[in-house]
């Protein structure tokens, strides 16, 4: 009978439970297993070659297929230079008429009567009051409404108004209520001198009046503001990109 081997001591320095010829903390490649030959270490891997049949791309990482192209991108067509060109006349002639239809509208009056003493019967709008302009301080009137027969009052006006037209150079002084429309109005000259004109006109809406003004003003800037951005923008791509290919 065969005796069992003695059981294994570890050597001096050496914790039990480890195989001879690992030292105490650090564990050395694995050995050689016989009958299967010492594989080498994996050498480190060099970034990926470029892929046969991928062209690479600037900025495209190596190995990778290129990304789809962007569409080409052509000159815009000539109909912008004619959006642009059309916002700025269109601007220019919604100011100008704008501006006229200020003028006239605040020019435009109901009547005129003579400062001769004689009472005259006229026919004015009752949609707001009317103001009498009068070509000097020298001028008294007296209105009273045609179907009522009652005198209508004149207020004083608040501010200055004055206005030139064919008639002459006038400063409305003085506004009342139309009251039915039909009047018989009685100027004279208080200074005895030869008789004047007085305009009777519809009393100007400062605050309409003011908001039209902003509108002749803002939109033709904006209009006109649009069409020279378009025409600058056109005129950038114009020059950068190039022309469409003729379709055959």
């Known amino acids: 009978m065969s005796s069992a081997p003695p059981p294994y001591e570890p050597p001096p320095g050496q914790q039990p439970g480890y195989p001879p010829g690992y030292p105490q903390g650090q564990q050395p490649g694995y050995p050689q297993q016989p009958g299967y030959p010492q594989q080498p270490g994996y050498p480190q ?24 192209q962007k569409p080409q991108k052509y000159r815009p067509s000539a ?9 700025i ?13 200020l003028l006239a509208g605040f020019l435009d009056f109901d009547t005129t009567v003579d400062a001769d003493g004689q009472p005259h019967t006229v026919s004015v709008g009752t949609d707001r009051d009317r103001m009498l302009w009068m070509d000097s301080t020298t001028q008294s009137c007296e209105v009273v409404d045609a179907d009522t027969g009652q005198p209508i009052p004149l207020r004083t006006v608040d501010g200055e108004f004055s206005r030139s037209d064919s008639n002459g150079d006038f400063q409305g002084l003085q506004r009342f209520d139309p009251g039915s429309g039909h009047l018989e109005i009685t100027c004279v000259q208080t200074d005895q001198g030869p008789a004047g004109t007085v305009l009777i006109s519809a009393f100007p809406r400062i605050g309409s009046f003011v908001v039209a003004i902003l509108v002749a003003v803002l939109v ?10 378009v025409l600058i923008w056109t005129g950038v791509l114009w020059s950068v990109r190039p022309a469409r290919p003729k379709r055959v």
Not at 93 to 101: N, Y
Not at 220 to 229: E, I, K, Q, R, T
């Open 89 to 101: 006349v269109v601007a220019v002639v919604f100011g100008i008429a704008m501006f006229v239809w």
């Open 220 to 229: 033709p800037s904006v209009l006109g503001l649009l069409g020279l951005v």
């Open 79 to 87: 109909g912008w230079f004619v959006l642009g060109s059309g916002l």
């Open 45 to 68: 891997q060099p970034g990926y070659p470029q892929q046969p049949g991928y062209p690479q791309q600037p900025g495209q990482p190596p190995g990778y297929p290129p990304g789809p």
